[in-house]
């Protein structure tokens, strides 16, 4: 089959895809959201993009002589700690050793003076890797990354706080595996999927579109938002701001559609769940495209984006209260387009404060032992199961 055959069916499945997903959004202008594969092949950065130069990347230190207190504030968050060394890991050096049992299997990872070493056996053989990365802070689960001859593995097993141990990581199937091999973890494809779940989990893993782990600064950090600051650095230490400012990408300045795909690019974008069909609980953890559902976002034309609620320098707020501005600033004012009375109390029967416990329920994701936030906001009735 040729290339125009390909992108033919490839068309085609997209808009059957499409078809049958729920009905996409569009943006203040009238645009459909994009895809993140789309997105990476347009002009300018966008993250995941891997096709800067690895020099240009300076790390999150060159930043810190001008955005000292959001540098500081930003390390705390739990992506700039979405992935780590096994020594860097709270989870791993807190424990000398977890454990966990599938018969005729066991699984253990025993901490090491340099590092971890993650192990299966069935009693009388056993594989042993030493952990190369861990993914995720271990606010509510960690999941290891193992390496062997450059082939890339998915732990089998992974840590979840609630439990302080170990349990099957999400996907994983519980049936015992049929050996050794297939027991220790789930192999990654080598491209694309290795190097994208990379680099949603760190920085610069992917340069001159070459992927290379051991070059990655560790985490999501500045530059994987804002672009590789060699240039920017550079021109405003020559005190050439307008061209230090134009080197540098402020996603806050995006249109709200863009802002959202932006966010998206990890953490799911409308087009990119309706693309692969993951609906159901499996698109909880898919805020932009949950939040591209709201009457909120339609009746606002884009009004309300992640960065509405959330500062990426900072740690999430977990005082549900600390919220309610954000609701009230489009639902206490009469001449709101949504809202139909001045007193917030009115706007709604049940309360007139803590909003996002009631339209922004907490679901479990199965497998994950916690509780996510479901970013569609809406008027949730009794009983009702988890919408699509």
Known sequence: MGSYGKFSVLLMAACVSMAAAPSAPTSARGGLQMATEDRLHRPGWWPTKGTAQRDEFLGPSACEPCHASKVQTQKLTPMANAAARPLASEALRSHSELTFHLPPYTYQILRKENGSQYSVSDGSHSISLPVSWAFGLGESGQTY??????????????????????????????TPSANLEDALGRRMLYAPETSRCF??????????????????????????????????????????MKEGLKSILDPAQLDPVDQVDFCGACHRTFADVALTQTFGIRDLRFQPYRLEKSQCWAKSKGGITCLSCHNPHQSRVRDLVSYDDKCLGCHRSGSSPMSAHDHPAAACKVSSNNCVSCHMPKYEMPGM????????????HNGESYPD
Do not use: W
Not at 369 to 380: G, L, N, P, S, W
């Open 145 to 174: 990354i193992l390496e062997q001859n450059g082939t890339f593995f998915e732990s089998r097993v992974s840590y979840y706080r609630a439990l302080d141990g170990l349990d099957f990581t999400p996907g994983a199937t519980r």
């Open 369 to 380: 032992q916690f509780k996510f936030t479901d970013h569609f906001i809406r008027i949730v």
């Open 199 to 240: 680099a949603c989990h760190t920085t610069a893993s992917t340069a001159n579109k070459r992927f290379d782990p051991n070059r990655s600064i560790p985490g999501v950090t500045c530059e994987a938002c804002h672009g590789p600051g060699a240039k920017h650095v550079a021109a405003m230490k020559a005190g050439r």
